[in-house]
């Protein structure tokens, strides 16, 4: 019956994870996946999460386990819209964001793209190139075409964001342009609250369909600005949708907790789109998980415990440039001038440049996991690890 099924080649970034686990030398060092390690090379549990997470348990040993609705927790819409717009954006007082608790970002774009297509099949979604490598493939099995806008300068190592504007102004009407609105992945490379600007009237006059994915919220400048293209799209009365995922904020990664939220033009729009989205998770999974939206409405409405989050998103995004600008230095003590791509760039990953050959030498030789791409987790770098990184890749460029 199977017999024409054919072989899964690995995702590149799940598969390389497991290569690791079974790398025998204990000196081997993760910056493959997107994870956030603390100074001590752990993945930490948060002290607001870990608040949070004492009373939730306390409070379900009375309780039994029942089904969420489809569109998820109601505590959790209040929470997360306010995080992610700001809490008087015109478009939450005028009610105008449909909302739903998704199986992390990815669920989200899963949803909003399964959602999509049920109106425009026939639309092309245009991705950066280079973007995550998961984003092809959930468009794609939603039945898109994909279509790859230039992003990234492999020369400067920085957005060529002329290049980016071009392209999307070939896109045609209702087609879906899918953008990062801070800490590209996988290149850590972003574009500026002006370049945000100029693109705005492109997707107006072109109706266009933005799609924003934003999976590192605070990682980047801070919470706020982090959100700033998706915050200035909803003000110029885009239609847009937006994925956001707790995975790294929250360091909740198997919580598979995240967010879709559809900015319609007005509340009778979103109030129907609501209702599709309900009948799109329905048909996939049903209705979501309960722990992690507990956990991320508890500790974001609750005054001692968002103040306690805030300092826990501050200590990983000042962790991490700390160690962009350490690495930088120790490159630079060893020989290897182009260093400003590190600094420059923002959250969780970085585009080292380094080709295939270069990233197979880091793996077979010094037990260093980066991607094939050539992108790197900067949130794996510590104290202790971070000489024999720099050496390795010094060595590289010998
Ligand atoms: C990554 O890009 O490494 C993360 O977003 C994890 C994943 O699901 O690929």
């Not at 002329?162 to 045609?172: R, T, V």
């Not at 693109?199 to 994915?213: S, W």
């Not at 998770?281 to 001692?304: C, H, W």
Request: hydrophobic share 40%.
């Amino acid at each position: 019956m199977f017999e024409q099924v054919t072989a899964y080649l690995g995702d590149p970034i799940f598969s390389l994870v497991e290569q690791f686990h079974n790398d025998p030398n204990d000196a081997k060092v993760n910056l493959s996946i997107g994870l956030y390690y603390n100074e001590q090379g752990k993945i930490p549990q948060l002290a607001s999460v870990k608040q949070a997470l004492s009373v939730i348990q306390t409070e379900q040993l009375k309780k039994p386990s029942l089904y969420l609705p489809m569109e998820g927790l109601p505590a959790y819409r209040s929470a997360v819209l306010p995080l992610i717009f700001g809490k008087d954006h015109p478009c939450l007082l005028e009610n105008r964001v449909a909302f739903a608790q998704t199986l992390g970002g990815s669920g989200a774009l899963k949803i909003g793209a399964d959602f999509l297509h049920n109106y425009y099949a026939n639309a092309t979604v245009w991705v950066s190139d280079p973007t995550w490598e998961n984003h092809k493939d959930i468009f794609a099995g939603a039945g898109f075409k994909l279509k790859s806008y230039p992003y990234f300068d492999s020369t400067t190592l920085r957005v060529d964001c002329k290049a980016m504007l071009a392209a999307i102004e070939q896109a045609a009407p209702q087609d879906i342009i899918l953008l990062h609105p801070c800490c590209h992945n996988p290149t850590g490379a972003d574009i500026t609250p002006q370049q945000w600007d100029t693109l705005i009237p492109i997707l107006q006059q072109k109706q266009l369909i933005p799609f924003l994915d934003m999976a590192y919220q605070g990682l980047g400048k801070g919470l706020n600005e982090d959100a700033y293209a998706i915050r200035a799209m909803a003000k110029a009365g885009l239609t847009l949708l937006v994925a956001n995922s707790f995975s790294k904020i929250f360091s909740l990664y198997g919580e598979r907790i995240g967010a879709l939220s559809v900015v319609c033009e007005a509340n009778e729009t979103a109030e129907r789109v609501q209702g599709q989205l309900k009948a799109t998770i329905r048909r996939n999974y049903s209705s979501p998980p309960t722990l992690g939206a507990q956990i991320v409405s508890r500790v974001l409405t609750e005054d001692k415990l968002i103040q306690t989050w805030l300092q826990d998103v501050e200590q990983m995004r000042v962790r991490i440039n700390s160690m962009r600008q350490m690495l930088a230095n120790k490159l630079l003590t060893l020989g290897v001038s182009q260093v400003e791509h590190l600094t420059q760039q923002q959250g969780m990953f970085s585009y080292t440049g380094f080709n295939k050959e270069q990233i197979t030498r880091l793996r077979t030789n010094y037990s260093i996991y980066l991607l094939d791409s050539g992108r790197m987790c900067v949130a794996g770098l510590t104290n202790d690890n971070i000489d024999k990184i720099a050496q390795a890749f010094a060595a590289l460029q010998k």
